[in-house]
């Protein structure tokens, strides 16, 4: 009896010795998988992310995970980021309001042994990084939700393909701060790229435009499209993901142009884009804001565009979305632009 005793006591032992202990992983470890423009830095930190809905995923075990994020806090604390973490299934939206943030995951965790976490920057470019420090959990694995070997649709555009003023749910137009509705996560490129089980990249900034920006913007796309930090025009990107299809949404902020001038800059857009990446399907897209009057003329650029350019499509949607804050797309409205899209990519 006695022996009986010590052996269960060394079993005991055996098996809690055995448990995979709480750990902290390092941003940049192999089993965290990043997606979208992102610029390495010479320690274990993770990536720094600009872009609005850039991403990354992992799984872990157990019922501890806690993440430690870096947000760049520009504009003196201003101009912090808003977070979409996606927790098993669940959508979470929160506020990154200081340099370093330590966000516990314990409570959003399911009953499941293992959890698949995705977490993506909802504000844009304008708002700084956020960089992943570290992860503290038992056994990190890859996702297994996210395949790296999906295809990968990039979605060039403005502050609609951004889902800018799209969630005004928390923080009502007209108050707040610039990027307080932000919501790039629900804008209509990441629902179409889920739809379709693909990766998706956000290459876009509010305010811009194929030869005229608004709000006295000193960039235009054309600019910019080479760079990882697309708003103030630095880092240069290495175009070393590349996309299977290529969106391009842009016109609204150039409103009516000169036509020759507008399509002409089109054409010279469309090289750059296949100069780096040769592969790609191209669709150019109307603005799924445009009213009566510019509906009709960027269509007629588009296909002109179109009759220019070898390899390239269009698609038009078929209406104007705009009960979002200033007239653009809200969340709901989103879903229904990121629907006919699929209906036409798939």
């Not at 060394?10 to 998988?33: E, M, R, T």
């Not at 960089?131 to 939700?145: C, D, G, H, P, Y």
């Not at 299977?244 to 902020?253: A, E, F, P, S």
Request: glycine share 6%; proline share 4%; charged share 20%.
């Amino acid at each position: 009896m006695q022996k009986s005793i010590f052996y269960i006591i060394g079993l005991f032992f055996l098996c809690a010795c055995s448990q995979p202990k709480i750990q902290v992983y390092p941003g940049s470890d192999c089993n965290i998988q990043y997606v979208g423009r992102s610029l390495a830095t010479a320690d274990t930190l993770g990536p720094r992310l600009w872009a609005p809905g850039s991403y990354f995923a992992f799984a872990c075990d157990g019922k501890e995970c806690t993440l430690n994020i870096i947000d760049e806090q520009i504009w003196n604390g201003a101009g912090f980021n808003y977070l979409e973490l996606v927790v098993d299934g669940r959508n979470t939206r929160i506020c990154m309001d200081t340099t370093l943030n330590t966000i516990v995951l314990d409570s959003l965790l399911s009953d499941a042994p293992t959890h698949e976490i995705l977490v993506c920057k909802d504000t844009e470019a304008s708002h700084g990084y956020i960089q992943l420090q570290s992860v503290v959990t038992k056994n990190l694995r890859a996702s297994r939700m996210l395949s790296m070997s999906s295809p990968i649709v990039e979605y060039i555009g403005n502050s609609i393909t951004c889902g800018a003023e799209a969630y005004c749910d928390e923080v009502p137009y007209g108050t707040g701060r610039w990027g307080d509705r932000h919501r790039a996560y629900l804008a209509y490129g990441p629902r179409t790229s889920r739809l379709l089980g693909a990766r998706w990249m956000l290459t876009s900034v509010s305010g811009i435009g194929l030869i005229h920006s608004c709000c006295d913007m000193d960039i235009v796309m054309p600019q910019v499209y080479d760079k990882i930090s697309l708003r103030d025009n630095q880092y240069e990107y290495d175009f070393a993901e590349q996309p299977d299809i290529v969106c391009v949404c842009l016109g609204q902020n150039d409103g009516i142009q000169d036509s020759t001038a507008f399509c002409s800059a089109y054409v010279d857009f469309i090289a750059q884009i296949r100069k780096h990446n040769p592969s790609a399907r191209i669709v150019m897209l109307s603005s799924p804001m445009a009213d009566a009057e510019l509906r009709p003329w960027q269509e007629r650029m588009i296909l002109a565009v179109e009759d220019n350019t070898e390899s390239t499509e269009h698609f038009f949607f078929s209406r104007q979305w705009k009960n979002g804050g200033g007239d653009h797309p809200d969340c709901d409205e989103h879903a229904e632009i990121a629907e006919e899209l699929f209906n036409y990519l798939k």
